[in-house]
């Protein structure tokens, strides 16, 4: 049996060729928009990818099964009640699905989705996508209200904990995904270890399970409707990358450098999120519109090619190009913990309210995600100066550039957080 888990750190999402390398044929569950990366393992394993199986149609990232369609003639299969506007052929609980010799039997595991399936290859392991995660459950709010989608994720959970233990777990999320909470950053697990750890697996009565499952104090993944409606509709076709622009009048200048560049120096205006910080295309989709069009700075024609491959991966696709002379005029001020209390600025808490276990004496807060929105900073004072602050410094950063851009005197606490103020 051919294997291969594919997982995208900035994104969290997991996903898998699975196949039969002597019948020299293969499927890809889950694909991302990047579908290079199945077709050049295919090709090195000697086989031929011949169907796309979809757990469910993903909010938080954009699927690659319209460019398998499109680009290579692949069929593609999904439960009917997704609602595809796609042809598709429709996957049935129960039926089981032959690559060459390997089987993969299909269990409808709605909750997360209502048409949301798990996949069992060779009664030896189980595709468990957006339904079990490594210590964790899916989030049940994102297609249907949260109790109604929790008692259904009760019961698919059930039916996935009744494998034997020894099988073993491969979910469609690891730590990084908006698609549920406390989950793991390992890739893998068995059903034995999360009946003994995973609390969401522990639970006698369904009751208890929806009370505990439907109180979600993660934010929703800012592509929900836009990924959602693209996932669900006419297949989206391969995108070509942007030239070069030296007027960015009219768009969001999106600065993708690391920090210390950034503070140096930048294009005023520009919205500052790294590249390589993290979560790059999940932040990006909080604090840009899918129809505003975005300019790249970038160090290198290499790293402007990842921003636009991470942004269409949550369906931003409106980049009208990447500065070829940009003039980096302005700076953003960074200061340590310890001088954060200054007696002038106002101190400006950037993280979520879960993070937050009590309110920081003497600040406002609002989570970064929602800066530009302008009634969010209607308590911030226009002619004092701002300190935005943080876990670690990243968001601090981000939440300063958005202020700035807006005619804030920002500046971030950077290389520590909240836990280090005085």
């Known amino acids: 049996m051919l294997f291969r888990q594919f997982v995208d750190d900035d994104l969290g999402c997991g996903s898998y060729l699975i196949g039969d390398i002597d019948a020299g044929e293969a499927v890809v569950i889950d694909p991302a928009f990047a579908i290079e990366q199945y077709v050049s393992a295919a090709e090195a394993e000697g086989v031929q990818i011949v169907r796309v199986l979809e757990t469910h149609t993903h909010a938080d990232h ?65 595709l468990s996508g957006d339904c079990l995660f490594v210590g964790a459950a899916a989030r049940p709010d994102l297609a249907v209200e949260a109790r109604e989608g929790a008692t259904d994720l009760f019961a698919s959970l059930a039916l996935l904990r009744a494998l034997p233990d020894e099988v073993t777990v491969y979910p469609g999320h690891v730590a990084g995904s908006l698609c549920g909470s406390k989950m793991s950053p390992d890739h893998s697990t068995t059903i034995g270890r999360e009946k003994e750890t995973n609390t969401a697996l522990a639970f006698a009565d369904v009751e208890t399970f929806v009370l505990d499952s439907a109180s979600i104090a993660v934010p929703r993944p800012p592509t929900t409707a836009s990924v959602v409606a693209l996932n669900r509709g006419p297949w989206v076709g391969r995108r ?35 590249l390589r910080g993290g979560s790059f295309g999940t932040r990006t989709a909080f604090l840009v519109d899918p129809r505003e069009p975005i300019v790249l700075d970038a160090d290198s024609d290499a790293d402007a090619q990842a921003a636009c491959r991470r942004l269409w991966a949550v369906g ?49 807060a609002v989570p970064y995600r929602l800066l530009r929105d302008g009634g969010s900073t209607r308590e911030l004072d226009p002619a004092r100066p701002v300190v935005t602050i943080c876990e670690t410094g990243a968001r601090a950063a981000i939440a300063a550039s958005v202020l700035a851009r807006q005619g804030y005197d920002a500046r971030a606490v950077v290389g520590g957080g909240a836990l280090e103020l005085p």
């Not at 030296?246 to 500052?272: C, K, Q, T, Y």
């Open 62 to 126: 954009l699927s690659g099964h319209g460019r398998f369609a499109l680009e290579h003639g692949v069929p593609v299969s999904i439960h009917p009640l997704a609602q595809p506007e796609y042809p598709f052929e429709p996957l049935v609980a129960g039926h089981v699905l032959q690559t060459g010799s390997v089987s993969i039997r299909v269990i409808h595991t709605p909750g997360h989705r209502p048409e949301h399936c798990s996949f069992v290859v060779d009664e030896e392991l189980v």
């Open 316 to 364: 931003l696709f409106h980049i009208a190009g990447v500065l070829d002379e940009p003039h980096r005029t302005e700076t953003l001020p960074t200061i340590a913990a310890r001088d954060a209390r200054d007696e002038d600025a106002q101190l400006l808490d950037v993280r979520e309210e879960g993070e937050r276990e009590s309110p920081i004496p003497g600040s406002l």
């Open 240 to 274: 070509d990358y942007p030239g070069p622009v030296g007027d960015a009048s009219g768009s969001v200048i999106l600065d993708v450098r690391p920090l210390d560049e950034f503070a140096a120096g930048h294009v005023p205006g520009a919205i500052h999120i790294p």
